[in-house]
């Protein structure tokens, strides 16, 4: 059981808009920035958003990030096939003091 | 090119030990805090521990799981961050990533990876 709570599934069609939600708690999403990693299938992770909606220079515009609260979300847009992969956000938790990860969403793209 | 390359990865009796090493280049290794993250088959990312830098004190924090058994080490020297894992056990089984932390930048530049498998 992930401390970030994700969907394990998302899926979307050529050009369209997909939305990825995270939720935490008051002392993990709440108090500190939030980031976004992309793995493809084989692959390490890549840091896709950092402080909640900055890009690495590299990351495609179509990729963006918010926060709110407890929550933060990633969205993509104008959907590709290469888009399809694992997603996963992550923060630091005050309380565990310790970094903490969501399970990870799987994106299709149909 | 900013790189990092993990090094040590191999199969393991329960109980047995291990120490994996991440080659830093490309950056000043000596500011950075640096991490390591576990993904076992098939399953999600786990954040294992981290070590800061020395100007920010050198201090360690670990996962539950992993604390009392692992231990993160650096040579800011060698540019080589290290992770000693001692009391394997069959869950410690996952690819073991090396991560760069930036206060700015996040974990920015990830290793590719090195596999233990704890196995009898």
């Known amino acids: 059981q992930s401390v970030l709570t994700q969907p394990p599934s998302a899926s979307g069609t050529p050009g369209q808009r997909v939305t990825i939600s995270c939720s935490g708690s008051?002392?993990?999403?709440?108090?500190?920035?939030v980031n976004w990693f992309q793995q493809l299938p084989g692959t390490a992770p890549k840091l896709l958003i950092y402080?909640?909606?900055q890009r690495p220079s590299g990351v495609p515009d179509r990729f963006s990030g918010s926060k709110s609260g407890t929550s933060a979300s990633l969205a993509i847009s104008g959907l590709q096939s290469e888009d399809e992969c694992d997603y996963y956000c992550?923060?630091?938790?005050?309380?565990?003091?310790?970094?903490?990860f969501g399970g990870g969403t799987k994106l299709t793209v149909l | 090119e900013v790189q990092l390359v993990e090094s040590g990865g191999g199969l393991v009796k329960p109980g047995g030990s291990l120490r994996l090493s991440c080659a830093a280049s490309?950056?000043?290794?000596?500011?950075?805090?640096m991490n390591w993250v576990r993904q076992a088959p098939g399953r999600g990312l786990e954040w294992v521990g981290r070590?800061?830098?020395?100007?920010?004190?050198?201090?360690?924090d670990y996962a539950a799981p992993v604390k009392g058994r692992f231990t993160i080490s650096r040579d800011d020297s060698k540019d080589t961050l290290y992770l000693q894992m001692n009391s394997l056990k069959t869950e410690d089984t996952a690819v073991y990533y090396c991560?760069?932390?930036?206060?700015?930048?996040?974990?920015?530049?990830w290793g590719q990876g090195t596999t233990v498998t704890v196995s009898s």
């Open positions: 490309g950056f000043s290794f000596t500011n950075a805090w």
């Open positions: 070590i800061k830098s020395k100007a920010d004190g050198g201090t360690t």
């Open positions: 008051s002392s993990n999403i709440a108090m500190n920035t």
């Open positions: 992550a923060t630091w938790d005050d309380s565990l003091n310790g970094w903490v």
């Open positions: 402080n909640n909606n």
């Open positions: 991560v760069r932390y930036l206060y700015y930048n996040g974990m920015d530049v």
